[in-house]
Structure formats: structure tokens, C-alpha cells
């Protein structure tokens, strides 16, 4: 274990080191006690070793009279986490709309003469996140509590059931389907729609896959090869292992080695027999000769028959200015935004709010995801009428050292949803503590608050290399607490500093946060009933 955590802390240390510097602000101000109106048991939480060097933040409110219920450090800046994507969330679905839907066309470009096109078929991304490749039979998109994506960092991430090339097949199976069965020309992807921004995860116009290979390693018998399953399985990729399944007990470690073009993986290792499965990923490096290969693999399997080689670079020179006059022969439509946001929100999926950004910028006109901001800027000041300047960002994620929230800009945000008749959609979009996405990771049993707190969790964690430990950069939370009435409080707490010596210890973090909110929203079920009995004692 101790092994295990030393690779885990070099493994951080890159990001610890630029992440480590939390802002000094957050200290309460001389003469003013910051607990005064927090009940023992948060505070017997807030004085635990771990929070030694630490600041705190607290915010709740209740949205409709603007009553301040406890407040401590309201109005200092708190590196924020994957809180940040309430504020990149609510500008997207904003300037998206909830309704929004994109719509990923197909164009032949040539000449048709019967079922035979001579030319090339021209695939136009359109910063489609799952591009089919999530999607349940009811037509919403499908996600766990720990994502695919996080895989390589948190134990416990699991595969949704669907077919990641399920999008790629429904566009063939148009093709065909508009009686082409044969492309004398080639496969292009045209993805000049936005133009890859710096930052990380790096969205890109066509992802398939989170842009990324699941590899799958399930225990066999002591002494025994593990079993290996891969997906999405697309030529030139190839994937082989040598990991071993070793005794009950035993050591899981997991390496993943890849080519320099990262086509060619290899995993090596050992596996416990009594260990879940194990996944880990790779990272596509060339989304688009990844796509143009998957597409023209998909064409194949619905009977139509590509010229071209099918693996190779993807020609984009070969695009055209525009398509006028090239007929469109298939098109794939993705589920509604506000199901996007379901799903960037639970999962606190990265490399959709880093390309939320693209979207805004996109349907503005512009190819700098980064015009996305001003966007998101003028939402805040001119719709939300909060003060954009109680938020700093540079990604759509909240994991670069300038992001830093405020608890009362939060708590205003979350407060301006609850005016417009998107307030239902957008809370349950949330994960919900004890039921769904990461908030289905607390709270599961016996827990008065499960299915009662509506909220978003933040982490931002390092490697502190000088005292061998795991530095807590952030841990925050931030959402809607409900009564028992269904009366909605917003509320916002966080840590920033704090330090522990294991993995376990930043669960211990993850949970003591949960168990504020626990609190909170239980004392708030406690005013509503003082305040309301009749009404409580009817429900």
C-alpha cells in the first residue's frame, strides 16, 4: 500500500506543485470567530488534524428572502475544484438552451451515379460530447458514479453497457440506407469547428470515446493470465497484456505502456483473484484519424465499401470551402443539452466542461473556445446579475491556479436558478446525495439527507513530495439543501489546505464535507418544522 501511494504521489506531484499555493485570505478576521453560529458537530469536524493549516468556507442561504442561515468567509476566493463547472455549466445551458441538440452531418462530396459515390463522404463534427456512444434505450444519456474517465486515478470506475461506436453505426447505417454501397474516394472528418484549445483534458470537435481506449482486466484463477477486454476496438489500435492474477490478497498494480503514436498498448502487472475488475485507459492521440477509421470500419459493417485504406492520417485537405450543392446522406442527433449537463454535472466529467467552452464560442460564430468566457461573463452580470468579478477562470473544468470562486458567488448563482423555469431541470441535474453520480458515493443507507441534497463536489489534490503525504488543495461543495417541505436553501462549504497520508484520507476529506451538508440540511428540516408545524406534521 505504502508503494502504491508513493506512485501516486509522484504521479501528482506535477499537478501539486502548481496547484499547491492556497490563498491566505480565507482566514477569519481579527475579533470575529467564524464558528460562532456552526453547531459542535461541524466545528468538531472543522478542528480535525487534517485541517490544522486549513481554511474553511460556509455559506447558507435561504433563496427566498435572502436570508443568510451561517456564513463564514463569504466573500473570500477558495480554489473552487470541479465547483467551477456550476459557473461554465450555467453559462453553456444558458447560451445552449436545455432543448439544444447537435446535429452531426454527413455530406457526399462527388458524383452519385447509382449506388456508387465517386468522391468522398465528409463527416462535419459538431462538438458532439458522447456522439451516440452513451445513449440508453430511452434515449437519455447513461453515466456511473465514478467515471471511465477518472480510471487511471480513482479506484472504482466503471463502463457504461452501451457501444461507444453506437453513433458512428447509426450514420452508416443512413448512408446505406440512402443507397450509397459504394465511396470510390475516401473518409473525411471535417473538424474545423472550433480550433483545440490549450488545456487539459483538450476538447476537440470530434470525440468518440472521451477520446480514450477502456482497458478491462478481470482476475482469474492464482498463477493464471488475467482476462483482458478492450474497447473501442478500431483499427490500428492494439492492445496486449502480460498481467498476471496472483493470490487472494495480493497486490493489484497496473501499468499501461503505449507507442509513440499510441496505437500499439501494452499492460503489465499483477491482479488480485479477489479483485473487481481493473479498469485503466489510453489516450487517443489523433481523434480524427481515430474517427475516420471507426467510420469507415462502421460503413463496412453496414454493407458499404470504402476504397480508401481505412487506417492512415485523415486528408482534411481534401475539404471543400463549403457544401452547397453536396447532398447530406445521413445525420446524427444528439440527445438534449440539459442531458449533458446532467451528465458533465454527476460525473464531474472534465473533457465536457472544458468543451462547454467550445460549444458557447462555437455557437457564437467563433473557433477560439476561449470567446466562450465573455459569453459566460455577460451571463453572469446581465442575466444572473452576479458579479462576475467573485469568480476567476481559465478552463471550463476548475483545475488550472487562477480558478477561484467566492461562497456568496456561488450561492447567488445557484440562487438565480431557482427565478427561472429551468429551476427543476437544472437542480436535478446535480448529483443528488445518495442517489446518483458522485453524490451516490455517500449517503447510501440509513442517512435522514439521502435524495436531499442537490449539489456539486470539488477536488483539486497533489503530491506533497517533502512530507510524503497527500496535500487536499480544495474539497468543496455546493448546491441546494432541501426540507422536508420541499423548501430549497442554497448553500455552499469547502477546505482548502488540508492534508492527509493516504488515498483513505482524502475520502475521509470527501466525507467529513458531505457530512456539513448532512448537518446543514437536517438543521434546516429542524427551522422548517419549528416555523411550519402544522404543515410538517401533515406531510
Given at each position: ?19 499547491a ?60 475544484g470541479?465547483?467551477?463547472k ?90 446505406r ?76 498494480d ?6 509513440p ?8 502487472g ?21 474517427g ?42 444528439s ?14 466529467h ?45 478552463d ?67 503530491g506533497d ?18 426540507a ?56
Open positions: 500500500m505504502r508503494s502504491e501511494i508513493r506512485g501516486r504521489l509522484r504521479a501528482w506531484a506535477t499537478v501539486g506543485v502548481t496547484l499555493v492556497v490563498t491566505g485570505t480565507a482566514a477569519a478576521a481579527p475579533g470575529n470567530d467564524p464558528h460562532r453560529d456552526l453547531s459542535p458537530d461541524i466545528t468538531a469536524i472543522m478542528h480535525k488534524p487534517a485541517y490544522q493549516h486549513a481554511q474553511w468556507g460556509l455559506l447558507e442561504v435561504d433563496p427566498s428572502d435572502g436570508r443568510v442561515i451561517h456564513s463564514m468567509n463569504p466573500d473570500q476566493f477558495f480554489m473552487p470541479s465547483t467551477t456550476l459557473i461554465t455549466l450555467s453559462g453553456s445551458w444558458h447560451a445552449l438552451g436545455p432543448d439544444h441538440r447537435f446535429t452531426t452531418p454527413v455530406n457526399a462530396i462527388g458524383r452519385l451515379d447509382g449506388s456508387t459515390l465517386t468522391g468522398n463522404l465528409a463527416l462535419v463534427a459538431q462538438g458532439d460530447l458522447t456522439m451516440g456512444g452513451r445513449t440508453k434505450p430511452d434515449g437519455s444519456i447513461d453515466f456511473t458514479p465514478i467515471d471511465h474517465t477518472y480510471a487511471d486515478d480513482l479506484p472504482g470506475a466503471t463502463l457504461t453497457p452501451e457501444d461507444p461506436l453506437a453513433g458512428l453505426d447509426q450514420i452508416a447505417h443512413q448512408v440506407d440512402s443507397g450509397i454501397t459504394q465511396v470510390d474516394g475516401d473518409v473525411v472528418i471535417d473538424s474545423r469547428l472550433f480550433a483545440p484549445p490549450p488545456i487539459t483534458p483538450q476538447p476537440t470537435p470530434l470525440i468518440i470515446n472521451d477520446n480514450v481506449i477502456d482497458l478491462l482486466t478481470t482476475p482469474t484463477a492464482a498463477g493464471q493470465p488475467a482476462q483482458l477486454s478492450w474497447r473501442p476496438q478500431v483499427a490500428p489500435y492494439r492492445v496486449t497484456s502480460t498481467v498476471q492474477t496472483v493470490a487472494a490478497g495480493g497486490t493489484t497496473i501499468q499501461v505502456a503505449t507507442s503514436d499510441g496505437t500499439g498498448i501494452t499492460l503489465s499483477t491482479i488480485a483473484a479477489d479483485s473487481q475488475p481493473a479498469l485503466k485507459t489510453s489516450q487517443i492521440q489523433d481523434p480524427d484519424a481515430f475516420r477509421t471507426a467510420l469507415i470500419e462502421a460503413l463496412g459493417r453496414a454493407g458499404v465499401t470504402v476504397t480508401a485504406p481505412p487506417t492512415g492520417a485523415n486528408p482534411a485537405g481534401a475539404l471543400p470551402a463549403s457544401y452547397s450543392g453536396d447532398p447530406q446522406v445521413a445525420a446524427l442527433v440527445a438534449p443539452y440539459r442531458d449533458y449537463a446532467k451528465l458533465i454535472l454527476n460525473v464531474s472534465n473533457l465536457g466542461a472544458n468543451l462547454a467552452l467550445c460549444n458557447i464560442a462555437a455557437n457564437r460564430g467563433s473557433g477560439d473556445c476561449f470567446d466562450g468566457f465573455p459569453v459566460i461573463h455577460d451571463f453572469l452580470a446581465q442575466t444572473a446579475n452576479v458579479d462576475p468579478t467573485q469568480f476567476q477562470m481559465a471550463g473544468r476548475g483545475d488550472v491556479p487562477v480558478d477561484r470562486v467566492t461562497p456568496t458567488g456561488l450561492n447567488q448563482l445557484l440562487a438565480y436558478w431557482l427565478r427561472t423555469p429551468d429551476a427543476d431541470a437544472f437542480r436535478t441535474s446535480l448529483p443528488i446525495l445518495g442517489v446518483s453520480g458522485t453524490g451516490a458515493l455517500y449517503c447510501t443507507t440509513d442517512c435522514p439527507a439521502k435524495g436531499k441534497v442537490f449539489a456539486k463536489p470539488g477536488t483539486i489534490i497533489g513530495l517533502l512530507n510524503q503525504q497527500i496535500a487536499i488543495n480544495a474539497q468543496t461543495y455546493a448546491g441546494y439543501l432541501q422536508d417541505d420541499g423548501h430549497l436553501y442554497t448553500f455552499f462549504v469547502g477546505v482548502n489546505g488540508a492534508a492527509v497520508p493516504d488515498i483513505q484520507g482524502f475520502f475521509d476529506v470527501n466525507d467529513d464535507v458531505d457530512q456539513i451538508a448532512v448537518i446543514l440540511q437536517q438543521e434546516a428540516c429542524a427551522e422548517r418544522a419549528a416555523k411550519h408545524p402544522r404543515h410538517q406534521a401533515a406531510k
